[in-house]
């Protein structure tokens, strides 16, 4: 396999990065893989908060040996995509319907531009926004993978709900650009247990944070704890995730430390067409985990989009 060879701290060639517009002109920095041979479809993959698309080249490289053509920007906020705030270490947003509107915008211009089938693939926050995609804006697609999907966020001993009041009171007297936490340093045992077991492919992350300051996104704003908890509670609402009627694949990690693995169980109870695996001997990062969690990943979105062909 060309993953087993591949350098993940250097940019293959064969990944063309350059910028598009969104649907209001806001650059969005986008990353381009043409199939190793004759194209079997196409893949929309969008990360995480605070992520960039370098951290995934490993899985990249992975659907481009077989045959996929993939594709996916930077959120709007993080990355290459620009800020949202004046500090450009404070991860920021006003709205999730910004993200929603980027998103929808982006997958409509993909799927008139590649061959199907048509499969999004979403990490973390990208998954949430995927689920909010196609509950709100009747956007098509064949199928779709959500990892570790941001359906309910850890908030350690607090309940989500009070969070929630405590995000909206904090933005009311004027936090809303206020990080909430400072962080303890980008290579804190702590935050490397959270995201991956893999001590190899955290040290990746921080090698492609310290070599590009664009990459380098910090800890939330209170805005973006707000927008997050309102974002999650509206998918909540009765309704929302019953008309997604598409083929649903969700991947969770039962120990996650970062969203809630139980809001990914409960969701796929209210989805019409999905299938939910979990792993115990998994963090949040489920396609940077070591080998045996990552190749479960792989293994489990290729046999589901098997079945799309």
């Not at 993080?78 to 920021?92: A, N």
């Not at 598409?246 to 990690?253: D, Q, T």
Request: net charge neutral; glycine share 10%; with cysteine.
């Amino acid at each position: 396999m060309e993953s087993l060879l591949l350098d993940r701290r250097a940019r293959p060639d064969w990944l063309l990065v350059d910028a598009i517009p969104a649907g209001d002109g806001w650059p969005l920095r986008r990353f381009r893989a043409e199939p190793e041979g004759a194209a079997r479809g196409s893949i929309l993959f969008q990360t995480g908060r605070a992520d960039f698309f370098e951290k995934y080249i490993e899985a990249i490289a992975h659907w481009r040996g077989r045959g996929w053509s993939i594709e996916g920007f930077d959120w709007r906020g993080q990355g290459g995509s620009g800020r949202l705030h004046d500090d450009p270490r404070i991860g920021h947003t006003v709205s999730y319907d910004v993200h929603v509107a980027d998103l929808a915008h982006y997958n409509a211009a993909w799927r008139e531009r590649s061959p199907g089938p048509h499969i999004l693939i979403g990490h973390s926050m990208g998954g949430h926004l995927i689920l909010r995609m196609l509950a709100e804006k009747g956007a098509v697609t064949d199928a779709a993978v959500l990892l570790s999907p941001m359906l309910g966020l850890n908030m350690g001993p607090l309940p989500e709900s009070f969070a929630r009041v405590i995000a909206r009171v904090a933005c009311g007297i004027g936090l809303s650009g206020r990080a909430v936490w400072s962080e303890p340093g980008l290579g804190s045992g702590h935050r490397q247990r959270n995201l991956t077991r893999s001590i190899e492919r955290f040290e990746d992350e921080l090698y492609w944070r310290s070599r590009n300051e664009m990459l380098d996104l910090g800890p939330p704003s209170w805005g973006w704890i707000r927008e997050s908890l309102e974002s999650i509670a509206l998918l909540k609402r009765p309704g929302m995730l019953e008309r997604i009627a598409v083929p649903l694949l969700l991947l969770y990690a039962e120990a996650d430390g970062l969203v809630q693995s139980q809001a990914t169980r409960a969701a796929a109870k209210r989805l019409p067409n999905a299938r939910v695996l979990g792993r115990l001997d998994a963090a949040h990062e489920l396609l940077r985990e070591a080998d045996p969690v990552r190749c479960w990943a792989e293994r489990e979105i290729d046999s589901f989009v098997e079945t799309l062909r």
